[in-house]
């Protein structure tokens, strides 16, 4: 069934692909990948290519597939930026989800291709920057979140974002159910964000024992540290102890990643990202059995919710 939750899947590095974002939007949820998966340059083309006609195809018989994302990595540090959005721009891409800096020329480009951006930030401060700079939405990555994460609490950032910003915003940090994705609403979220979930997919290019540990693992086996890129992010602990590292004593952070040697950096291989919310998945599912499951469990949460009396 196509699905009526309103849900955008993370960019994941590494992991996220044409395949798996096919299957996501063909479940009828945003399908999103980083355009440094598509490496180099010229698979980025193919794979916006790719994409482009999958959902074409699946239009064609009747389907009503959600659109797609291409998230950009902003720091100075990108080497292909300027080549990506180009790219992005060539094939119409309906969304662009922004990191790690607010970009005025980026948002100016959209703009004028009529590419809705969405950008990711971890306070109040950096969400009016993004604003102020041209973003025409936000992302609010809280505490719990997958890889690179905020610390704040949902409640406080999404309450400060809505106190000014009427726009689209979507709520990213431990949602890996329909519960969640109904609180994320309740919140004054329009989207719940979600990203660690989907590792454990059929569909997800994700090694197995990657898979695997996401499904062993609870919110306590996270570490949250910056001891790898620079900047604070959540992490599994299996994969920095398999790595030869102590997760409690791990050394001092040292520069942030040169997005453009990526390939070249081991921690992005065998140091897992994943957020707090896993402890409730237990298996591995294909992208459209999972967000069936959110579905009902979302249905099930509002109507539960409804028929509860207000206490006076």
Known sequence: MNSKIPVIAAPMFLISDPKLVMAQCAAGIVGSFPSLNARPVSVLDEWLDELNQGLASLRSKGHQPAPYAVNLIVHKSNARLEQDLALCIKHRVPKIITSLGANTEVYAACAAAGIEVLHDVTTNVYAHKAIDKGA????????????HAGAQSPFALVGEIREWFKGPLALSGAIASGRGILAALALGADYAYIGSAFIATTEARASDAYKQSIINS?????????????IAGNY?????????????????????????????????????????????????????TLVDQWQKEFEVALESMCAKPVAG
């Open 236 to 288: 599994l602990r299996e994969s920095i102890v398999n790595a030869g590292l102590n997760p409690d004593a791990l050394p001092d952070a040292q520069s942030v990643v040169d997005f453009s040697k990526v390939n070249a950096a081991k921690v992005w291989k065998d140091i897992w990202g994943s957020g707090q919310g896993i402890g409730v998945i237990h298996e591995v599912k294909s992208v459209q």
């Open 218 to 230: 609870t919110a306590s086996d996270i570490i949250y540290t910056k001891s790898f890129t620079g």
């Open 136 to 147: 025409t939405g936000l992302i609010a990555v809280c505490a719990g979140a997958g890889g």
